[in-house]
């Protein structure tokens, strides 16, 4: 039996989020904006981090201004979360292959710079070209480094947390797995307290016995995410994300003509669900949702 979670309970925080009701993230308006987050507001989440996928570098800094214009009125929203474009082509998942990029030192502070001090979080794949110092200057520059949509081995993604990394992007999700003799980015973070790994528990994304085993590993540094896309609060049907045409059968987006999953259509309550449907206890869940990612939005 599912345990009735309500919304106003406590403060939860979705660090991966791309928005709802048909509207995305990447391009909506104000009132798309503000329809996207009252709804996820309205199903469990109180604070969110407006999540973008990869998109070219000048498309990216005129999003962040505007974003920054209309930060103001959207009650509830921390700042902004680039989910690419410092992706790697082989894992990049449900992102569109002509905006990926390296993090040469020119892109990075042209982000910096657009986005003047509403970027939050940066998902970066740590064996690319240059990234060691992208991280070094996001990192001073007071932003949360996220390892992911990577191919990165052990050894490659523990540097990337030993110089500063400390959010592993949807763990088991677009990286190597958890392998008796390569560990991956998911051992690397297990292996380091100061590094929190994303959980998108909707049931689709990790199997329960994973997210229970998840939680015994690492009980107070898993952080639910959503990564909810425009279609969550909809109907199945076809959507886009980013660039990319995305079908949604089932409540489970996936690109056009392929099995890739493009994100999520879950919300924070149903997530807390899940995962206590999948024998993590009601307290653990809840922290997983709040305390835990209010922590690393605390550090930044």
């Known amino acids: 039996m599912n345990t009735p979670t309500h919304p106003a309970a406590f403060e939860a925080v979705d660090l991966h989020c791309h928005g709802a009701l048909g509207h995305s993230f990447d391009d909506a308006d104000l009132d798309g904006l503000a329809a996207a987050v009252a709804f996820h507001r309205a199903h469990g989440t109180s604070t969110l981090l407006l999540s973008l996928v990869s998109a070219p570098i000048d498309r990216l800094e005129e999003r962040l201004r505007e974003i920054r214009e209309m930060l103001p009125a959207l009650p509830g929203v921390a700042g902004v979360h680039l989910e690419?474009?410092?992706?790697?082509?082989s894992r990049r998942g449900a992102?569109?292959?002509?905006?990926?990029?390296?993090?040469?030192?020119?892109?990075?502070?042209?982000?910096?710079?657009?986005?003047d001090g509403i970027l939050r979080q940066v998902t970066i794949a740590p064996e690319l070209p240059g990234a060691m110092q992208a991280i070094d200057?996001?990192?001073?520059?007071?932003?949360?480094v996220a390892v992911g949509h990577t191919q990165a081995d052990h050894d490659t993604a523990a540097a990337a947390f030993d110089r500063g990394a400390r959010l592993l992007t949807h763990a088991f999700n677009a990286m190597p797995g958890l392998g008796h003799r390569a560990p991956g980015p998911v051992g690397a973070a297990l292996e380091r307290d100061h590094v929190v790994l994303e959980v998108i528990a909707d049931g689709i994304h990790v199997h329960p016995v994973v997210i229970r085993t998840m939680f015994a590993a690492a009980p107070s540094r898993i952080a639910l995410v959503t990564d909810a896309m425009s279609a969550t609060g909809l109907g199945d049907g076809p959507y886009r994300l980013g660039g990319l045409e995305v079908e949604v059968e089932d409540g489970r987006p996936v690109l056009a003509g392929t099995d890739t999953l493009a994100g999520s259509t879950l919300t924070m309550e149903r997530a807390i669900e899940v995962t206590t449907a999948a024998g993590v206890p009601l307290d653990l869940a809840r922290a997983a949702a709040s305390t835990v990612p209010a922590r690393l939005l605390a550090r930044d």
Not at 95 to 107: C, G, I, K, S, W
Not at 137 to 144: E, Y
């Open 84 to 89: 690419g474009p410092f992706l790697a082509d």
């Open 95 to 115: 992102h569109d292959p002509r905006a990926l990029v390296a993090p040469t030192a020119e892109a990075v502070d042209r982000l910096l710079s657009a986005a």
């Open 137 to 144: 200057r996001l990192v001073s520059a007071g932003v949360t």
